[in-house]
């Protein structure tokens, strides 16, 4: 029987109720820490050289690409309960507003979103 769901960026063990993060915030880390999950855009200039999601990209064209256009890396930033963070990239590589590999990204990152809203909801209850 398995118990890991797998996707690029994440591992997340049922049976020992843990979430391995790949591409960001490396380690293990229980559900039970975990307090809250937002899907957030970072500026592509600043992955890897300074504490992930600390300069979040909001803005952005719908369509096409203008000159100038802000690449940016599609992750989820989670809160634990000691108020710490963890990131996990969902991208690979910068993308940009609007296109094929964002649109991509994002649909991922609400998939595992809806994983991690769920395991907060099951083993961490949120308090209004």
């Given at each position: 029987m398995n118990h890991v769901i797998q996707y690029d960026s994440v591992l997340f063990d049922t049976e020992?109720?843990?979430?391995e993060i790949l591409d960001g915030?490396?380690?293990?880390?229980?559900?039970?820490?975990?307090v809250e999950c937002k899907r957030v855009n970072e500026l592509a200039k600043y992955k890897g050289k300074e504490e992930p999601f600390t300069h979040?990209?909001?803005?952005g064209r719908v369509q096409?690409?203008?000159?100038?256009?802000?690449?940016?890396?599609?992750?989820?930033k989670i809160t634990l309960k000691d108020g710490s963070?963890?990131?996990?990239?969902?991208?690979?590589?910068?993308?940009y507003a609007g296109n094929d590999f964002q649109k991509r990204d994002y649909k991922e990152a609400e998939q595992i979103k809806n994983l991690i809203d769920r395991i907060i909801d099951k083993y961490n209850k949120r308090e209004s």
């Open positions: 020992n109720k843990t979430m915030t490396k380690g293990i880390y229980p559900y039970t820490e975990i979040i990209y909001y803005g096409g690409r203008c000159f100038g256009e802000k690449g940016f890396y599609v992750g989820l963070f963890l990131a996990i990239y969902i991208s690979k590589n910068k993308v």
